[in-house]
């Protein structure tokens, strides 16, 4: 059995239409920020964080969309190796909270980045009665976590609810070190992290840890 515990509501900012003057390319780290590309922005080469939202962007009819297959500091490479820091602006269209990457990279290596917040997630407030009951039968055996800002908020609902000691028996299966990071406030039968920043590695760690135990 899976529960589906959302931890994050996502919501667009109204009006929020790229500005495109001087752009010559659009940085993607979010399927969330897809529906704000307008009919121009789709004929820009679009440059995304990993497949998923790849795939996103091609599916909104995006033309030349290449994927980094990672995390920021690969989108980050991936676009310095593309582009020219002297053939225009740079557009990352976002969330309102950031990661320092891709900008810190790619602001060392000349280019000139624009952040546009066209969206914006709302932390859940509280865990759904029946993931409540879950955690304090210790029913779950694993928790997957895609973000950090995912992680931190369920680290911050454990504390809320007093569930710190229903998670002996549960697994963290984390899509990444940043993402792994927040968990270990918390003692849990064992905290992985994926090889790859990408959902397909996460399903990878979880198979191998059923196996396992």
């Known amino acids: 059995m899976a529960l589906i515990e959302p931890l994050l509501t996502i919501e667009p900012i109204p009006d929020a239409a790229p500005d495109l003057a001087g752009?010559?390319?659009?940085?993607?780290?979010?399927?969330?920020?897809?529906?704000?590309?307008?009919?121009?922005?789709?004929?820009?080469?679009?440059?995304?964080?990993?497949?998923?939202?790849?795939?996103?962007?091609?599916?909104?009819?995006?033309?030349?969309?290449?994927?980094?297959?990672?995390?920021?500091?690969?989108?980050?490479?991936?676009?310095?190796?593309?582009?020219?820091?002297?053939?225009?602006?740079?557009?990352?269209?976002?969330?309102?909270?950031?990661?320092?990457?891709?900008?810190?990279?790619?602001?060392?290596?000349?280019?000139?980045?624009?952040?546009q917040p066209v969206y914006r997630a709302e932390a859940a407030r509280a865990f759904a009665p029946g993931t409540i009951e879950s955690l304090r039968r210790q029913e779950i055996d694993a928790v997957l976590l895609l973000s950090p800002r995912t992680a931190r908020t369920f680290v911050a609902l454990i504390g809320r609810h007093e569930l710190e000691a229903s998670l002996g028996a549960s697994a963290a299966i984390c899509l990444s070190a940043a993402v792994a990071e927040p968990c270990r406030r918390l003692v849990w039968r064992g905290i992985y992290t994926a090889a790859r920043p990408e959902l397909a590695a996460v399903l990878e760690v979880l198979e191998a840890v059923r196996r396992r135990w």
């Open 23 to 115: 752009v010559q390319a659009i940085l993607l780290t979010s399927a969330n920020a897809v529906p704000a590309l307008s009919e121009a922005a789709r004929r820009l080469p679009v440059f995304a964080v990993g497949g998923a939202t790849a795939a996103a962007a091609r599916g909104a009819g995006c033309t030349a969309v290449v994927s980094a297959g990672g995390a920021g500091e690969d989108l980050a490479r991936l676009v310095a190796g593309r582009c020219r820091p002297d053939g225009g602006a740079l557009l990352h269209l976002c969330g309102e909270a950031v990661r320092p990457e891709p900008a810190a990279t790619l602001a060392a290596a000349g280019f000139a980045l624009r952040r």
